[in-house]
């Protein structure tokens, strides 16, 4: 079975664009979350979709935004982009929105210069 | 709120000695929990998971961990360490919202 796959993997951005990343989750999961990742933050937690329908939002501005569609893929936008919006953004995909164990992806590295 | 924290920031290790990672939760049922491990450059990869039950679990690559709940701890061990195993290590749980949430991490060098 394919894991979850992020595209695309780099990207170089230039302040004040917006940028689109796109993951599609392993085969069968309807649950999709992404994550923000930078050396000084860590690990944060953006947001998570089930069944096309945002269930969990963490601490990011209204920049960020996202959506998922029937066939689970997720994409996930942010406008106006700024310094601080490099990063390694993950996506993590499990089979449903209880204690199952997510799977991730390999990241989009994305570069706002 | 529930939450996950991994004192050890980084830890060096010989290659071939033994490996403990320590992760200590709050949380007043029981947690579920997880240890990944990521790369450089790379997305997280599941090494083990704790439900419920056998409180020592065992995951891939040789790690295993061991529930204590009086300790509120969800140790990562490994008894001999390969060069490969260096990378970053998370803990992790989730909460009554079935949000994940994810320890600070701890680096792991090993030395040759």
């Known amino acids: 079975k394919a894991g979850v796959t992020q595209t695309p993997r780099y990207l170089i951005k230039t302040r004040g664009q917006q940028v689109t990343l796109s993951c599609s989750p392993i085969?069968?999961?309807?649950?999709v979350s992404w994550y923000q990742q930078t050396p000084g933050q860590g690990l944060q937690f953006l947001f998570e979709?089930?069944?096309?329908?945002?269930?969990n939002k963490g601490n990011f501005p209204g920049r960020f935004s996202g959506r998922q569609f029937s066939n689970s893929r997720s994409e996930m936008n942010v406008s106006t982009l700024e310094l601080g919006d490099s990063a390694l953004y993950l996506c993590a995909s499990r089979v449903d929105r209880g204690t199952s164990e997510q799977y991730f992806g390999p990241g989009t590295r994305l570069t706002v210069t | 709120a529930q939450s996950v924290t991994q004192p050890d920031i980084h830890i060096t290790v010989s290659e071939g000695a033994s490996l403990e990672l320590r992760c200590n939760y709050s949380?007043?049922?029981?947690?579920?929990l997880f240890w990944y491990v990521q790369s450089p450059g790379q997305g997280l990869q599941l090494l083990l998971k704790y439900f419920s039950g056998d409180t020592l679990v065992q995951g891939i690559k040789g790690f295993e961990a061991e529930f204590k709940r009086s300790q509120s701890s969800f140790n990562l061990r490994k008894p001999s360490v390969h060069w490969s195993d260096a990378a970053e290590y998370f803990c992790a749980t989730t909460s009554g919202t079935y949000k994940y949430i994810f320890g600070t991490g701890t680096r792991l060098k090993v030395l040759a």
């Open positions: 979709y089930f069944s096309e329908t945002q269930r």
């Open positions: 949380y007043g049922a029981t947690p579920y």
């Open positions: 085969s069968g999961h309807r649950s």
